[in-house]
């Protein structure tokens, strides 16, 4: 009775009901959009995660190289809860990036980035860019040894490229090596700068998809629909799911799956991405044993050790980066979406994937 | 197909011929400077350090920076001039008085210059038998003796063995004060594992580790007075303080444990909720 009430209040003046059925009942999702599909909204979900647990501890983090590690300490050891929240961070800062992997590999593979969706693709492979870049600022923000050496080794890497190198090496650190002023830098990239250009693309990428409609299955699709169309046309799927309840209920499956894993790690693996060096405030005159990158750059880590001239390293880094990022553009346009009748591109994706692996798990042993 | 490759092949020839008309580019340095270590290559540029490795010195003066390195010193940030003083950032004036220089001790001033930094073992030791014997003879142990000196290792009760101490004297007394170190000693070693664990488990341990430095620095000042009826006297003393470390230790493990159990129950609560949500998908799709 209450909540009837308080509901028809509401309803009499945002017109609650109008609002879902124009844009979650009457938006249609296509058929055989599968929990893969619902992978980009779990990595928004994520990135809300990161914004709000990182939110918690700017309330006590100083960023400062005298006090940094100690705030840090104090909000993991003396703050109530504070260990949820950074442990949260620190996990959910590596599943985003994994999320974001498998989005794009499946958006790949479904052929989907081709007109009328390059922006689409565009957006979301400069935000993947963006949240790697988020994850290298946030890692020096602790003050540990871990971070701090990884900083001084993620910093000089820019410095291979020829003229523009030597710039953003300095650029990055503000100076020779990494110092207070760094930690200044990449605090605003990182709690400001950064997340604010990837909310707007967020908004691109979002606007992008409710304009054009969710991408259908290329086995369930004819091709002609992809390639004749020469002006704006929104795919409504009529005969689809709905958004609200049907494709909502698996996205809300997918990020509750999300938070297990989230909470599976911190109960069973709780240190995995908190090696021991994290527990030591950054000495600039001791080097940790090993120095390694995070998993996720492991493999260009590998690449830039491997090949024996780097500026051909770093080359390859940037033009793997380019390529991927402008990919639609790149592609035959007038192939058709199913990847399994196009052995040319499935191969060079497999190769790249395998190559990827090969030098990820290389690095880890290294 | 052709537009695979041209585009990549292109940044590549313009990114390679960029970087090969800048003939001076640091290939070499950069790769070094990326894998090698930087705090060794910094700590190699100590003045001391590169000319007692060089060629022009003997292999015994390189014997003395290898022991260093693996010393207890060495890993605790003590360099060769926190000793030796001088200044090792110059290598013209590293060897100058006028820059506090004091090179080698006498044998009958090793104490006093172990004893700059080691004040309360010093005292201890000067009014001990070690230390009375060593004063009036100018014979017996000093601190090298036991501990060594380039290579000087973390203390433990190992060193009061009978190998070393009957090139003096008779084990028997040696043994009995081995027995009344021995529960302090013990209960040293365990909090001092603990608060390892602990700090790499991410669990502040500052201030037990002040305490704990304090408690250990004063009873292993207390043993070099050689005086076992004072060591076990003060040993329950010693006891008490160690338990409240103890104490404080217990409870941090048990907020690790409370985190893992919060963190295991969160992961149930959401186990379930998927499972809500797959069962009210399934309700629709069949609807």
Redesign the interface.
């Known amino acids: 009775m209450m909540w009837g009430k308080i509901k028809h209040w509401i309803e009499v003046r945002i017109g609650l009901e109008e609002l879902i059925n124009r844009h979650l009942r009457s938006f249609k999702t296509p058929k055989g959009a599968g929990f893969l599909s619902t992978l980009g909204f779990v990595a928004m979900i994520a990135f809300i995660v990161q914004v709000i647990t990182g939110i918690m501890l700017l309330l006590y983090y100083v960023p400062h190289p005298d006090f940094a590690f100690q705030s840090v300490q104090t909000i993991t050891n003396e703050i109530p809860y504070g260990w949820l929240f950074r442990l949260v961070h620190n996990i959910g800062s590596n599943i985003i990036i994994g999320v974001i992997i498998i989005h794009l590999l499946h958006v790949f593979l479904r052929v989907s980035y081709k007109k009328p969706r390059e922006i689409t693709w565009v957006s979301g492979c400069i935000m993947f860019f963006l949240v790697l870049l988020t994850s290298i600022t946030g890692q020096l923000l602790p003050w540990n040894q871990t971070g701090f050496w990884q900083t001084t080794v993620t910093s000089t890497i820019p410095a291979f490229l020829p003229i523009i190198g030597e710039g953003i090496s300095s650029y990055m650190r503000g100076g020779e090596f990494v110092t207070g002023i760094t930690l200044s830098r990449y605090f605003s990239f990182h709690v400001v700068i950064l997340p604010v250009i990837i909310s707007v693309l967020i908004g691109l990428h979002v606007l992008m998809i409710r304009r054009q409609g969710i991408s259908t299955s290329p086995s369930l699709e004819p091709e002609s629909i992809e390639t004749s169309n020469t002006e704006f046309k929104r795919e409504d799927h009529p005969e689809g799911q709905p958004c609200f309840p049907n494709f909502s209920l698996k996205r809300l499956f997918m990020v509750m799956i999300y938070f297990v894993i989230v909470f599976f790690i911190m109960t069973f693996m709780q240190n995995i991405f908190l090696p021991p060096e994290t527990n030591f405030p950054a000495n600039p005159l001791m080097t940790p044993e090993s120095i390694r990158p995070p998993w996720y750059f492991l493999a260009p880590y590998q690449l830039i050790k491997t090949i024996p001239n780097d500026i051909l390293g770093i080359t390859l880094i940037v033009i793997f980066s380019v390529g991927l990022m402008f990919w639609p553009f790149f592609d035959a346009k007038d192939a058709g979406r199913n990847i399994q009748k196009r052995p040319l591109l499935l191969s060079l994706a497999l190769i790249v994937l395998a190559l990827w692996a090969i030098l990820t798990i290389w690095g880890m042993y290294s | 197909?052709i537009?695979?490759f041209i585009?990549?092949i292109v940044?590549?020839i313009g990114?390679?011929s960029?970087?090969?008309?800048?003939a001076s580019?640091r290939?070499t340095f950069?790769?070094e400077?990326?894998?090698s270590?930087?705090?060794?290559a910094?700590?190699e540029t100590s003045a001391c350090i590169q000319c007692h490795t060089s060629d022009d010195m003997g292999s015994e003066m390189h014997e003395i920076t290898r022991q260093w390195k693996e010393s207890w010193h060495a890993k605790n940030?003590i360099s060769c001039h926190d000793c030796h003083g001088g200044a090792p950032e110059d290598a013209s004036m590293s060897m100058m008085h006028q820059r506090g220089f004091k090179g080698s001790p006498q044998n009958i001033d090793i104490p006093e210059f172990c004893g700059t930094c080691h004040i309360a073992i010093l005292d201890n030791f000067l009014v001990s038998g070690h230390g009375e014997t060593f004063r009036n003879t100018g014979e017996g142990p000093n601190c090298t003796t036991c501990h060594g000196s380039h290579n000087v290792q973390q203390a433990s009760m190992d060193i009061i063995n009978e190998q070393l101490c009957s090139q003096c004297h008779t084990y028997e007394r040696a043994k009995e004060m081995k027995q009344a170190l021995f529960t302090v000693e013990s209960k040293l070693n365990t909090i001092n594992k603990n608060l390892n664990r602990l700090?790499?488990?991410?669990?502040?341990t500052?201030n037990q580790e002040k305490s704990f430095f304090r408690n250990h620095a004063e009873f292993r000042a207390l043993f070099h007075s050689i005086d076992v009826d004072a060591v076990r006297a003060k040993s329950s003393d010693y006891t008490q303080k160690l338990e409240i470390i103890e104490r404080e230790i217990s409870e941090s493990f048990k907020q690790l444990a409370f985190?893992?159990n919060?963190?295991?129950y969160?992961?149930l609560i959401?186990?379930g909720?998927?499972i809500v949500?797959?069962l009210?998908?399934k309700s629709?799709?069949q609807k």
């Open positions: 197909m537009r695979y585009i990549p940044v590549l990114i390679i960029t970087g090969l008309s800048l580019y290939e950069e790769r400077f990326m894998l270590p930087w705090s060794i910094k700590g940030n700090k790499l488990l991410g669990i502040a500052d985190r893992r919060f963190s295991a969160l992961f959401f186990i909720l998927s949500v797959f009210l998908l629709y799709e």
